[in-house]
């Protein structure tokens, strides 16, 4: 075991202090990355305030982790002392039941291990990216594109494979028409990646506060959800509706932009039952769906494409020391689009 510096939260109602947390020692099929930066999620907000039920404190949370390989251990082939990779949400799975051999380690029968606040195999709670070092097993690790910096890396690894997963399931490309509900740390990269990927975009977001961010990184539409007019110029105008708020949504209003056949994809999780008229998806052969990260499989493939089209996170990067007023911020949706620590300040 090897004790490194984090911030933690001590308890549910607490802010995050410094602390140490112990890694394990490296066994023969692990990684030891000293990480650069780590990315600042909502879902972090959520599972250290108890939003998600309750947790073993001190919690380390965190699982978008970019950084370099600081060791191997003595069977790793996959990553060498020096690669630049990424950790996101999950760090182990069983490997053997039907979901694990199809690439979709997320829904893993026996349970993934997430990257923080999970049950590790050796029975310990797992401890997440806002610390030094993280060890981790080399078939959870991917590679960081060159093309791609740390910084601007670490938010892909969960709000980047989010939007990717279900645009890739829903085969967006040329002539699909897909609209974004949302302009934050997931939808500004949705709106990126439709793009990238040959779509017609449009934003729906509460005003036109961010339009000129949304047209800069792809978009081609940007219309105000607060003005009710929109939902009736827009009926019927998507093929795709990817929703990445997780506050709640009026369901007939954003089904009814669909067109026939049309799907909306739910990104976003509020934490309240949504009421839904099962006559707004038979009226027009449309689905309602939900979409988790990717596997990780799909998660290089994502990094790798967004390599290849110039794609990365819009950033601002604090030191560990701003962590709690980060998270104020995020609350108050006053960031654009994702917080990154500098993992350098941990120490």
């Excluded at 309750?54 to 699982?63: E, I, V």
């Excluded at 938010?155 to 645009?167: D, N």
């Excluded at 509460?206 to 110029?233: C, N, P, V």
């Amino acid at each position: 075991m090897t004790r490194v510096t984090a911030y933690v939260a001590p308890a549910e109602a607490a802010p995050l202090e410094k602390a140490l947390i112990e890694r394990r020692g490296l066994g023969p099929h692990d990684i030891l990355i000293d990480i650069a930066f780590a990315g600042i999620c909502h879902s972090d907000i959520h599972t250290v305030r108890g939003d998600w039920g309750p947790q073993q404190y001190p919690l380390a949370p965190g699982h978008e982790i970019a950084g370099t390989v600081a060791a191997v251990g003595s069977a790793v082939t996959r990553h060498a002392v020096g690669d630049r990779v990424g950790v996101g949400c999950m760090v182990d799975s069983c490997g053997e039941c039907r979901s694990c051999l199809r690439g979709e380690e997320q829904f893993c029968r026996e349970g993934a291990v997430f990257t923080y606040g999970s049950t590790d195999r050796d029975g310990t709670v797992t401890q997440g990216g806002y610390s030094e070092q993280v060890v981790v097993t080399e078939s959870f690790v991917v590679r960081i594109p060159d093309a791609i910096p740390l910084d601007r890396a670490a938010p892909l690894l969960c709000a980047g494979i989010t939007t990717y997963s279900p645009l890739r399931r829903g085969d967006v490309g040329p002539g699909s028409r897909v609209a974004v509900v949302g302009m934050g740390g997931l939808g500004h990269m949705a709106v990126q990646i439709a793009h990238a990927l040959g779509a017609e975009v449009t934003v729906l977001s509460q005003t036109l506060g961010k339009k000129d961010d949304g047209l800069r990184l792809g978009a081609d539409h940007y219309r105000a959800t607060s003005d009710r007019s929109t939902f009736a110029e827009l009926r019927g105008s998507f093929d795709v509706i990817l929703n990445t708020v997780s506050a709640p949504v009026d369901l007939r209003a954003y089904l009814g932009l669909l067109d026939v056949g049309g799907t909306m994809v739910c990104v976003g999780a509020p934490s309240e039952p949504l009421p839904l008229l099962v006559g707004s998806l038979i009226g027009g052969n449309k689905t309602l769906a939900g979409s988790n990260i990717g596997g990780i499989a799909q998660t290089q493939e994502m990094l790798d494409f967004c390599a290849e089209h110039g794609i990365a996170a819009e950033i601002e990067v604090i030191p560990a020391s701003g962590i709690n007023d980060a998270y104020e911020r995020v609350l108050a949706s006053d960031v654009r689009y994702r917080f990154v620590i500098d993992a350098s300040t941990f120490a």
